[in-house]
């Protein structure tokens, strides 16, 4: 839909030069801000929901870490300096 804003001249210089520097529309621009603005708004996330990704394979901890719940171990086994 076509509109017409009232836009303060310093910035929509710097929005033209925004968008000819990403090779995008001002209009695209524009929409992207008050896309923004408006989920902030909303009360969402500026990326929206991020899905964490879930193993659903076997295993566990290698058999070679001593000892699962001391963080040294653990560090010693990323390492390649697990004690057997």
């Given at each position: 839909m076509r509109t017409t804003l009232d836009i303060n001249d310093a910035l929509l210089a710097k929005a033209k030069a925004v968008a000819a520097r990403e090779h995008t529309t001002l209009t695209?621009?524009?929409?992207?801000?008050?896309?923004?603005?408006?989920r902030r708004a909303a009360g969402e996330s500026a990326r929206g929901r991020t899905r964490l990704p879930v193993y659903d394979g076997k295993g566990g901890l290698a058999p070679t870490v001593a000892d699962p719940s001391s963080n040294r171990a653990l560090r010693d086994a990323a390492d390649g300096l697990d004690r057997v």
């Open positions: 695209r621009l524009v929409e992207e801000g008050l896309t923004l603005r408006l």
